[in-house]
């Protein structure tokens, strides 16, 4: 059983960063994939990014292709999502996923889930 924890939403202006942290706990961290999505108030849960077990390989999905980078330290039991150029359709409830399937951008293959932490950008 895998715990995972959210932290480093909050509130920023358009072109602004943030830094998300997953924290894990339990299992073994280095053995399941990884990954963020969002959800946005009356919409669907969405795919953000995904990074591999090893940290070699990533995925994004292409609205934050190019501004949003995944990393994890399986050493520290924690992955970060960094967040530059943020736009207002960002704001979104963002979650942190751990799983053992194959499918990186597959809300299925996930299952462990953080709580949530809210990012909301200003225009």
């Known amino acids: 059983q895998v715990q995972l924890v959210e932290s480093g939403g909050g509130l920023v202006q358009t072109g602004g960063s943030l830094r998300l942290s997953c924290a894990a706990s339990?299992?073994?961290?280095?053995?399941?994939?990884m990954a963020w999505f969002r959800q946005a108030p009356g919409k669907e849960r969405e795919f953000v990014a995904g990074?591999?077990?090893?940290?070699?390989?990533?995925d994004y999905a292409d609205s934050v292709k190019g501004r949003f980078t995944a990393s994890r330290d399986n050493a520290k039991k924690t992955g970060h999502l960094q967040m530059n150029s943020l736009k207002p359709e960002d704001t979104a409830v963002y979650y942190c996923?751990?799983?053992?399937?194959?499918?990186?951008?597959?809300?299925?293959?996930?299952?462990?889930w953080g709580q949530g932490t809210q990012v909301t950008v200003s225009s």
């Open positions: 339990g299992g073994t961290f280095s053995t399941y994939g």
């Open positions: 990074i591999s077990r090893s940290g070699n390989f990533t």
């Open positions: 996923a751990a799983g053992a399937g194959g499918n990186m951008n597959s809300r299925t293959d996930y299952d462990y």
